[in-house]
């Protein structure tokens, strides 16, 4: 990935700290990712007594890991400060004066996923939702997952593909040759850097979610409300004037279907397991059998 679309990490923090009074409106489709991530939590065997929530976002993510996993002590570590101060709200309503006051705190971390501020091993798994397409290098933000999680830890993300926001993206090549659009790393490129940074039993797949919209003004107070903002390097500086965004509208209106425009996003799920015995057989939480092989140097 070329350097102009790299994303900008203070533009990123500032978008989501901006957006973190409007995300839980806006935010269907992390939801219903979490919702579908949680799902397979259903055929792991696994009871972690620390848990990561990478990219905790206002803390949905953490409520569900929560709830499954009471004995455990699940931290939240989001890059917006904003954002873990809704989660922190939510979790505060409804419990009265007192509670706030004496009711035990959610542990929270302000921190860049890219360079985690914990221990090396110190958790059991890591869970991370729709966080990931915001790096640059995947294979960083891997190793870290990896430094931080201890033998026979797992790790489950959701990310987004090269395909999400396609109809946006061709919309505004109709304007000029910028990108208006976050670029998105490919599921098997994921993968690959999986295996690079040494995790086993790497599983990937793919699937296609479609949001619907009246307009597209309806579709950007959305990614707005989210504080999914362009944040590339390479992207235009300037505010878009009333012709180029007519020109966009019109050529997003060749998608309109049932009197409905489309939003499609590829979503990318993975997990995998991090294991320290290379070269016999080991059982995982779950009891699948790993054998790990490892080349011999030529003499």
Known sequence: MTEAFFTDKSRVRASFDKAAGSYDAAAVLQREVAMRMAERLDYIKIK???????????????AELRRRYPEARVIELDLAPGMLARSRDKQSEGRGLLG???????SQVCGDIEALPLADG????????LAIQWVNIPDGVFAEFRRVLKPEGMLLFSTLGPDTLSELRQAFQAVDGATHVNQ????????DALLQSRFAEPVMDMEKIVMTYSSVRDVMRDLKGIGAHNA???????????HAFSAIEAGYEKFRR???????Y?????HAWRIDTPGK????????????????PKP
């Open 184 to 191: 998105f790393i490919d599921m098997h490129d994921l993968g």
């Open 258 to 264: 049932d009197g409905k425009l489309p939003a499609s």
């Open 100 to 106: 706030r006051w004496f009711g035990k705190q959610p």
């Open 122 to 129: 110190s958790v059991d798994m890591i869970w991370s939702n």
């Open 48 to 62: 972690p007594a620390v848990i990561l929530d990478a990219g905790s976002g206002t803390g949905d993510g953490s």
């Open 232 to 242: 590339t390097a390479g992207r235009p500086r300037g505010l878009m004037g009333r």
């Open 281 to 296: 057989p080991h059982v995982l939480p779950d009891g699948r059998q790993v054998i790990e092989f490892v080349k011999k």
């Open 266 to 270: 590829e979503v990318v799920y993975g």
